[in-house]
């Protein structure tokens, strides 16, 4: 049973774009939803992350949205680069559940310079 | 920084033989964590384990077992390997309490044949 389904599983934008890779979740339970990026030959590392009681965050060129009555987040990422082209995942926990992640797909984006 | 050291970047097993996956963290974190990451799926958890001799069963635990007797060591046991089971393996550290999320080793590629 998949708890958080990610979308789109890959994507191409152009440098300077600005992709959004969409999750949802179904546990009304999760109150922690970070995103991870990851490199070829790398793990994943962790990217931002953002809490239930607030609708958005942001860090840099990234941008977590959080829909809470929809179940929904996204990842934005203002003026992409080349260099951000790498998996993306998302993922959600419980505080008490010890920090155990559920993540989503992944979403594998490339920036066309 | 936290390191976590998989001891083996790439693995070629043979069906059937018995493999282990070991993993190392240099850092006094109680959680770890293997996952298994495949194309379209995300990372799958395996086992989990939040302190030295305890383990849970994680999402996806057929044909895995694990051992942690050092805290610093979690090792993923694979007792009969098939090649179902090629995929890259991820491990995983989280500091109990903390916000900041997970430490990924580098990941172990195995591939079964």
């Known amino acids: 049973q998949q708890q958080v389904k990610q979308s789109p599983q890959s994507l191409i934008v152009q440098k300077g774009g600005i992709p959004i890779i969409n999750c949802a979740y179904e546990?009304?339970?999760?109150?922690?939803f970070p995103w991870y990026q990851q490199f070829p030959g790398k793990g994943p590392a962790l990217l931002i992350a953002?809490?239930?009681?607030?609708s958005e965050k942001k860090e840099g060129r990234f941008t977590i949205s959080f829909n809470k009555s929809a179940k929904q987040f996204s990842l934005h990422i203002m003026d992409s680069q080349p260099g951000d082209s790498a998996t993306y995942f998302c993922?959600?926990?419980?505080?008490?559940?010890?920090?155990?992640?559920?993540f989503g797909q992944g979403t594998e984006l490339s920036v066309k310079p | 920084d936290v390191k976590v050291t998989q001891s083996s970047r790439y693995l070629v097993k043979r069906t059937g033989e018995k493999v282990f996956l070991e993993c190392v963290q240099d850092?006094?974190?109680?959680?770890m964590f293997w996952y298994r990451q495949d194309p379209g799926l995300g990372l799958r958890l395996i086992y989990f384990?939040?302190?030295?001799?305890?383990?849970e069963k994680g999402d996806i635990p057929e044909g895995y077992s694990v051992s942690r007797e050092k805290k610093e060591r979690f090792s993923l046991i694979l007792e009969s390997a098939s090649t179902n089971q090629t995929s890259m393996y991820l491990c995983?550290?989280?500091?109990?309490?903390?916000?900041?999320?997970?430490?990924f080793g580098s990941g172990t590629r195995l591939t079964v044949v």
């Open positions: 993922a959600a926990s419980t505080y008490n559940q010890g920090g155990k992640l559920i």
């Open positions: 546990n009304t339970a999760f109150d922690y």
């Open positions: 953002i809490r239930p009681d607030v």
């Open positions: 850092m006094d974190h109680e959680n």
């Open positions: 384990s939040y302190d030295v001799k305890m383990k």
């Open positions: 995983a550290t989280h500091r109990r309490g903390d916000v900041y999320g997970y430490t």
